[in-house]
């Protein structure tokens, strides 16, 4: 049992500290976001995950589990600091590392004891060494190991990735230090889940090669599905078809409007980053890049090809805000990549989504927002779908068709079926499926 502090309480933290408690260690999540920290206390769980809430209050309730803004006082009683901050993109694609220096620089500063200082952020490649520095610098100590130790959840199902990993990345320099982290994941480790006891970097590169090989794959079958609708071959098809050798094996072999979500736009950037600056070229990751944004783009032409290019003071419903089904997370959702384009070409925006409204409103405060799917698509020119929530799997074509103006439909998840579309005399389009 260790005691833990994790600074940074987003999707990541939360998680991490839910988790991490579950596996017996005494944890205070930390914020510097006041308000999100009172939130918590007060029982209010500021994003939406699957499982997150009861996990939270069991762990709460067993005297595992806290939260605090006060950060410094926190870190001085932790044996193990754990930093889940943000790493956006910055301007020129690499990772923003200042959340992270910051962190590093208040841990120097209050740097008491022996301690260990992982990152769970994703971090380019080099980072740890410089983190490592940093808080040697502030705190004139060397009286801490840091380990890189890198995140693999999927939003949406983050607490089972948690709680039942593929695989745990901890890279560090001392014995102790990896002795410490098998503490740290005692009842994994008894399992026997896969470790790897790695140096830093190769633990850091681990994360951005795992991303960048999944947003690969995505790219990929979209380019195929765009050959597929020309050729009349059925990519649904071909995906199976491809999945069902063990070598390719069907996950991330869905085709769609692009991946979005906080982690593989950013993370694919940051590594075509780091391949600039060190001159060696990384062309897979540059090309699936641009055709993952040659598909953002595709999905809007699709939407103008239906409308004849006219669409100006069209009402077009989106079904979908989130990057993906079951999750509030909208960074990089096809949504707020499509929704600029279609109000700049002069289109009225009806918006719907089950749980991610709230932050999309925050992003876009001047579209029309519905309570329900009915209410969004009720009197619109077209119908666009960019998450497939098993909400809008259940919706009745027949129905949908009476409540749109004219019965236009952008499928940009292929939820129905094209000979169901096609009996109910929609005009549609899909990916990777001829029509
Ligand atoms: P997030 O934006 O949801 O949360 C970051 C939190 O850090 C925020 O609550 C913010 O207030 C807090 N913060 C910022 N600066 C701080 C400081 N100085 N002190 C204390 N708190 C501070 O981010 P996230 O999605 O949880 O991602 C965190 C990291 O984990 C990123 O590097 C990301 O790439 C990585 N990651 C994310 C996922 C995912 O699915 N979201 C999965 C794996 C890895």
Known sequence: MKKIAIIGSGYVGLVSGAGLSEFGNIVCCLDIDKSKIDQLKNGDIPIYEPGLRRLINKNIQKGMLSFSSKISEKIKSAEIIFIAV???????????????????????????????????????????????????????????????????????????????????????????AFEVMKDVYSPLYINETPMIFTNVETAEMIKYASNAFLATKISFINEIANLCEKLGADVHQVSKGMGLDGRISSKFLHPGPGFGGSCFPKDTEALAYLGRQNNVQLNLINATIKT??????????????????????????????????????????????????????????????????????????????????????KGSDLCVILTEWNEFRGIDLKELKKLLKTPYLVDAKNIFSINKLKSEKFIFENVGRKI
């Not at 032409?301 to 003071?313: M, P, Q």
């Not at 989504?353 to 969004?376: M, S």
């Open 292 to 377: 993952n944004i040659n598909q953002k783009l595709r999905m809007f032409s699709k939407v103008k090809s239906i409308l004849n290019n006219d669409l100006k003071g069209k009402i077009i419903s989106i079904l979908g805000l989130s990057f993906k089904p079951e999750t509030d997370d909208i960074r990089e959702s096809p949504a707020s990549e499509m929704i600029p384009n279609l109000i700049k070409s002069g289109s009225i925006i009806h918006a719907y989504d089950p749980v991610a409204i709230q932050n999309f409103k925050e992003a876009f405060p001047g579209l029309h927002y519905f309570k329900t799917w009915r209410e969004c698509v």
């Open 86 to 176: 943000g790493t956006p993109q910055s301007e020129d694609g690499s990772a923003n590392l200042s959340y992270v220096e910051s962190v590093a620089n208040t841990i120097g500063k209050n740097l008491n004891n022996y301690k260990i200082v992982c990152t769970k952020s994703t971090v380019p490649v080099g980072t740890g060494s410089k983190i490592e520095q940093l808080i040697g610098d502030v705190s004139k100590s060397d009286d801490f190991d840091y380990v890189s130790n890198p995140e693999f959840l999927r939003e949406g199902a983050a607490i089972d990735d948690f709680i039942h990993p593929d695989r745990i990345i901890v890279g560090a320099k001392t014995n102790k």
